[in-house]
């Protein structure tokens, strides 16, 4: 079974801040993607990620993928209130077919 | 509506009695996951259908628990005699592709909360 990991798993920061969450596994997958849920609602895709060492950026958030796709962070650069929510990062196995899902990073951006 | 849209957003079952909870996709979508979130929790996987082939239901936790999509487009997840511990926020994604096209992003549904009394 595949697993991964999240961490931390609760953040507060003030406006403004800069914040990294992580997502490490031990096994290798050839996509990982990144969600974010607000309550009440379902998860959101913010990027994909399937190339070792691949880094993409979406406005104030930087996605990484590691060298050996075990392993990816997400960054954020001032963050806003907005980016309040449910930070989950899903590994995608080669045929598609089953997306396993990290527990979440609960990031909470105080006014 | 274009996005996936599922019912009934909440149930209130009594332990021991059956419910159905449904999904549309998002119309001409191959793909169709079902995933169970626990409160606080990330999803878990529970079932995959590729049109109206059931391709894996290694994820369901019980055989309680029964999927079907026979027209390859709504689909509806059943649990019967249902317990305590089947509480959870149910959600329902498609995507656009199939296998091998392992990049395809997934468009989850608001989900079905489930309680369990």
């Known amino acids: 079974t595949q697993l991964l990991e999240q961490s931390p798993q609760f953040l507060s920061i003030q406006e403004g801040e800069n914040l990294t969450v992580y997502c490490n596994s031990s096994?290798?997958?050839?996509?990982l993607q990144w969600y974010r849920q607000e309550p009440g609602e379902g998860p959101v895709l913010l990027v994909t990620?399937?190339?070792?060492?691949e880094v993409k950026k979406l406005k104030r958030l930087t996605f990484q993928f590691g060298d050996a796709r075990k392993d990816s962070s997400l960054h954020i650069t001032a963050a806003q209130p907005g980016d309040t929510g449910l930070y989950l990062c899903a590994g995608g196995d080669n045929y598609g077919q089953n997306f396993v899902f990290g527990p979440g990073t609960r990031l909470s951006v105080l006014p | 509506g274009a996005g996936v849209s599922q019912s009934p957003r909440y149930k209130v079952a009594k332990r021991g009695q059956d419910v159905a909870l449904r999904c549309d996709p998002i119309?001409?979508?191959?793909?169709l996951f079902w995933y169970q979130q626990a409160l606080g929790q990330g999803p878990e996987f529970l079932t995959y259908?590729?049109?109206?082939?059931?391709?894996?239901k290694s994820g369901l936790p019980s055989d309680r628990f029964f999927a079907e999509r026979p027209e390859g487009s709504v689909s509806t997840l059943k649990i019967q005699r249902t317990q305590q511990e089947d509480s959870a926020v149910y959600l329902c994604a498609s995507s656009l592709g199939s296998v091998g096209v392992n990049t395809g992003e997934l468009f989850f549904g608001e989900g079905s909360r489930l309680t369990v009394l």
């Open positions: 259908f590729q049109n109206e082939a059931q391709l894996d």
């Open positions: 119309s001409g979508h191959v793909s």
């Open positions: 990620v399937v190339t070792g060492g």
């Open positions: 096994s290798v997958f050839s996509s």
